[in-house]
């Protein structure tokens, strides 16, 4: 039986140096700090990359950037998601997790259970079975982010998407 290797990925994140390293519209670098605070374990930047920074586990979100502010609002508070499963492992250990790859006889996945996420990488005859995500949240979903604050990280995903300048006002968002 293959040993699950367990690889921590908070070794990829370094806590920004927010004043020299960004520069862009106020409501743009209000989102930058907030998506990338070191100090808030569910910060964005602990799953997503945008600008070069963060870790690229869940989904790219310039894909959400020319969404409109309600679009992108809708996918931020989302509470299921196509791209996380539900793992159990013939051990009878599960965790809610992220496929990363698939290679040869050996399949990685990100614990999301786990802040920042760990990669994890196990023999593909070790899994007994994935199916759907029912009870993992988007940490976003519970992070209590105000409407200017989330007004605020969309107008960082714009920016850093494709240079947006106008920003998001909370009002766009009801």
Same mark, same amino acid.
């Given at each position: 039986?293959?040993?699950?290797?367990?690889?921590?990925?908070?070794?990829?994140?370094?806590?920004?140096?927010?004043?020299?390293? !960004?520069? *862009?519209?106020?409501?743009? &670098?209000? $989102?930058?700090? %907030?998506?990338?605070?070191?100090?808030?374990?569910?910060?964005?930047?602990?799953?997503?990359?945008?600008?070069?920074?963060?870790?690229?586990?869940?989904?790219?979100?310039?894909?959400?950037?020319?969404?409109?502010?309600?679009?992108?609002?809708?996918?931020?508070?989302?509470?299921?998601?196509?791209?996380?499963?539900?793992?159990?492992?013939?051990?009878?250990?599960? !965790?809610? *997790?992220?496929?990363?790859? &698939?290679? $040869?006889?050996? %399949?990685?996945?990100?614990?999301?259970?786990?802040?920042?996420?760990?990669?994890?990488?196990?023999?593909?005859?070790?899994?007994?079975?994935?199916?759907?995500?029912?009870?993992?949240?988007?940490?976003?979903?519970?992070?209590?982010?105000?409407?200017?604050?989330?007004?605020?990280?969309?107008?960082?995903?714009?920016?850093?998407?494709?240079?947006?300048?106008?920003?998001?006002?909370?009002?766009?968002?009801?």
């Amino acid at each position: 039986m293959v040993k699950p290797l367990i690889v921590v990925a908070s070794a990829l994140l370094a806590a920004p140096a927010f004043a020299q390293e !960004f520069s *862009g519209p106020p409501a743009a &670098k209000r $989102g930058y700090e %907030i998506f990338h605070n070191a100090e808030k374990a569910s910060s964005c930047g602990n799953c997503h990359a945008l600008g070069g920074k963060g870790l690229a586990v869940g989904p790219d979100l310039s894909r959400l950037a020319r969404l409109n502010p309600r679009g992108i609002k809708i996918a931020i508070l989302a509470t299921r998601t196509q791209y996380v499963q539900s793992v159990r492992l013939k051990s009878g250990e599960t !965790f809610t *997790g992220m496929e990363k790859s &698939k290679e $040869g006889d050996t %399949i990685e996945y990100y614990d999301l259970g786990k802040q920042p996420p760990e990669l994890r990488k196990f023999a593909k005859s070790d899994i007994a079975s994935t199916q759907d995500n029912a009870s993992w949240k988007h940490p976003a979903e519970g992070g209590g982010y105000t409407p200017q604050q989330l007004a605020d990280i969309m107008s960082y995903i714009r920016f850093a998407s494709y240079g947006d300048t106008k920003g998001v006002s909370p009002e766009d968002i009801e």
